[in-house]
């Protein structure tokens, strides 16, 4: 239903319509999963961070990044059941949602910073010294450029982590398998061995 | 002079793989220089160097810098390589978007093996490795994922291919295996740990394969099998 309306007041077909109407998207339904939270929920809000990854690799535009590490973030700090932190939650993804509404793009970042600044302030409190939740989420979704074809090096500049933290985690992943490729490793391999006789 | 040319990943890789000292043995194998681009130094230092995680690793790899098995590779590649990125960015479109897929550093190592008529480059990276030897596996894998017609323009990539000079490409993965059959990790295989573990040469050649795996080499599981399978068939074969 409410995407209906966003057709009709982001108009115009040009890119970033596309890009606009895809968030509004996004923070509608993170709003209508986080009124009662279930724990089908999370995997729901998990599974909705990634919708605008594809966007993410067309366009690699800050805004579809941001929200996709976002509501990924946002699903890990709700995992950890804080309730004192959903009525700001609910306050800036509704602020957020108006004022890209209203075609008012640096309040609607403005408000995802903060929600972001949020996050992290909960984040802090359960004193983790490595990775904190929005890092695992930049990972997560660097994890899902990557899938999506980008190189490692170019997955890791869009989401300004580095390749260190990147590479761990993909080589932990199957993402690597599941294209079966023409090369003959063998092949690679006498290559390799005439390198050094 | 010969010489290889590395991106940050293989360098990442045996960092935190604990195998940075196999790369000073496999550098006298091979008798030539090992470069890394500048761009890419400050990935495998400074940066680690500001994390908590991987700050240990990159003093690591600063003292093989200072050792010198790798070298920065000095002439300035900066323009060269703009150009190249920009026409390995015009390869693959999507409606009429081009798509993005390799960063500056990745295209600038490519350069500089060619510069330096390199033996090969080393580089774990499925994407940049992919635009060259397989695009259309780039073309499905891309397919699959955005659920949207990914078009291949061949007169970019004939032009980009033009741009740059035949390299051959390698990755970690090969490294080690080289090294595994130089007995270069003969040191696990003592009498001592051949009693402790059992089938101890295989599941040295396995632990070394999967570690540069789950560390982020590009490469997958079959051709990890196949590998083991050959290396150990070939070390039956010898030993009869």
């Known amino acids: 239903m409410f995407i209906n309306n966003h057709f009709f007041l982001i108009r115009g077909d040009n890119l970033q319509a596309d890009i606009k109407r895809d968030i509004l998207q996004i923070i509608d339904n993170a709003i209508e999963i986080l009124r009662i939270i279930e724990e089908k929920d999370l995997i729901e809000l998990k599974e909705l961070s990634n919708h605008t990854i594809h966007n993410a690799s067309i366009y690699q535009d800050k805004d579809s990044i941001t929200i996709a590490v976002t509501i990924y973030a946002l699903s890990k700090i709700i995992e950890r059941n804080d309730a004192k932190v959903w009525p700001s939650i609910f306050y800036r993804l509704n602020a957020a949602r108006k004022y890209l509404w209203q075609n008012q793009d640096d309040k609607y970042r403005k408000e995802i910073e903060n929600l972001l600044k949020d996050i992290a302030k909960v984040d802090s409190r359960l004193k983790l010294y490595a990775e904190t939740v929005i890092d695992q989420a930049k990972i997560k979704k660097g994890g899902k450029l990557f899938e999506h074809g980008l190189s490692m090096g170019k997955a890791s500049e869009l989401l300004g982590i580095s390749q260190w933290e990147l590479q761990s985690y993909i080589g932990n992943t199957k993402l690597v398998d599941a294209e079966a490729m023409k090369t003959n490793v063998l092949e690679r391999l006498r290559f390799a061995r005439g390198l050094f006789q | ?240």
């Open chain 2, 1 to 240: 002079m010969r010489a290889l040319v590395f991106d940050a990943g293989p360098i990442i890789n045996f960092a935190t793989n604990n195998l940075l000292w196999f790369l000073e043995e496999i550098k006298k194998r091979f008798n030539g220089d090992f470069y890394i681009p500048k761009s890419v130094k400050e990935e495998l230092i400074n940066k680690p160097l500001r994390t908590r995680r991987f700050k240990f690793e990159a003093m690591q790899i600063a003292e093989i810098f200072v050792k010198g098995v790798l070298k920065a590779y000095e002439e300035d590649t900066h323009d060269e390589a703009l150009k190249l990125l920009d026409a390995a960015n015009k390869i693959f479109f999507v409606k009429k978007q081009p798509l993005r897929l390799v960063h500056f550093g990745e295209i600038e190592a490519l350069v500089i093996a060619g510069k330096l008529n390199a033996d090969a480059l080393v580089i774990d990276e499925r994407t940049t490795r992919l635009i060259l030897e397989e695009p259309e596996a780039l073309v499905r894998i891309m397919e699959r994922r955005l659920h949207k017609k990914v078009k291949l323009n061949n007169d970019n990539l004939r032009f980009f291919r033009k741009l740059v000079p035949k390299v051959n490409m390698i990755r970690s993965f090969e490294l080690v295996t080289i090294g595994y059959e130089l007995g270069m990790f003969n040191r696990f295989l003592s009498a001592g740990e051949k009693k402790l573990v059992p089938d101890a040469e295989k599941q040295l050649l396995l632990a070394l394969l999967w570690g540069v795996k789950l560390n982020g080499c590009a490469v997958t599981e079959q051709e990890l099998t196949k590998v083991v399978q050959h290396e150990i068939s070939s070390r039956k074969r010898k030993v009869l």
